[in-house]
């Protein structure tokens, strides 16, 4: 029997039109209107058609976008200038740094910098350190892992006491994402590269959450019977039966797992839509805080 096929699209979809209601009414009833600054520093083509994107959802909900686009070679200085200037902006209730940045900038200095209440992408390192603690909340979650949460939860999962294990420990989804489910009673296991027997630690979980950046890695004799797989990789192959000669596949092996798996995500499909959902959700969440007088305007 085939996996339950959560449909990343449609979820996202429903959750735009529920941000795009709040946004109108918080427009007729406060005057405000949520607004997210996106910074893009150089001309990398993946980033920059990121940011585009987000800036269409961005329209398509009635959140302000604002685009700033500094040169490869910009000084540290300049860009720590921008976000300060972006801090003190009204008009904007979330700062997008879009990373990577270039090598010669101090990336974790840029990050702190932004504004708490600013903090979109959730890596500011008080939001971080919130969430790594027991009891405490941060202001904003990284949106790739809460996306992942949103989609667990879709799919009706059963967080306390599951076993799950996260494929990957980067600061953007592995690690983020394994607070989250221990927030949520979830017994987790964080595997790495030198995580011996990886396919019998995997095949252990109720949730498997796959975000180690390896084309469909994840096998259908990793994965236990019946368990909930959530795909965040996106990998780009080598594909001479298309048009473009390439395709886009996730971390699993889909046409493998969805034969064993409980319930799956496709890549792409999945949580990419979800993760720019998330942003929308937290630049939103910008703007509730200061109509209810949390931080000032």
């Not at 996260?166 to 927030?183: D, K, W």
Request: charged share 25%; proline share 5%; net charge negative.
């Amino acid at each position: 029997m085939s996996a339950t096929i959560i449909d990343g699209k449609a979820i996202a979809a429903r959750i735009q039109d529920e941000i795009a209601e709040t946004v109108q009414k918080m427009q007729a009833q406060h005057g405000i209107v949520p607004g997210l600054a996106a910074v893009l520093v150089g001309e990398d083509p993946a980033s920059a058609q990121y940011v585009r994107m987000k800036r269409k959802r961005c329209e398509k909900v009635g959140i302000a976008s604002f685009g700033h686009t500094l040169s490869e070679d910009a000084s540290q200085e300049e860009v720590e200038a921008l976000v300060k200037q972006l801090n003190a902006d009204p008009q904007v209730h979330g700062i997008l740094v879009q990373l990577p940045l270039p090598d010669h900038l101090d990336e974790e200095k840029v990050l702190s910098l932004i504004s708490l209440h600013k903090d979109v992408d959730g890596f500011h390192p008080i939001n971080i350190g919130r969430l790594a603690m027991k009891g405490r909340d941060p202001l904003f979650v990284p949106c790739t892992p809460y996306g992942v949460i949103v989609l667990l939860e879709e799919a009706g999962v059963e967080f306390s006491g599951a076993e799950a294990v996260v494929l990957g420990r980067s600061n953007i989804v592995g690690l983020p994402g394994a607070f989250l489910l221990i927030h949520r009673n979830a017994t987790v296991t964080v595997c790495h590269s030198r995580t011996k027997d990886l396919p019998g630690v995997c095949s252990k979980a109720d949730i498997l959450v796959a975000a180690v950046g390896r084309a469909e890695m994840v096998k259908a004799d990793w994965v236990k019977p019946g368990a909930t797989v959530i795909d965040v990789g996106s990998n780009r192959v080598d594909d001479p039966s298309t048009e473009k000669g390439y395709r886009w596949v996730g971390d699993v092996d889909f046409d493998d797992v969805k034969e064993v798996a409980g319930a799956l995500t496709p890549s792409p499909g999945g949580v990419g839509p979800l993760t720019i959902a998330m942003l929308l959700k937290n630049t939103l969440r910008g703007a509730e805080l200061v109509v209810s007088g949390q931080v000032a305007s």
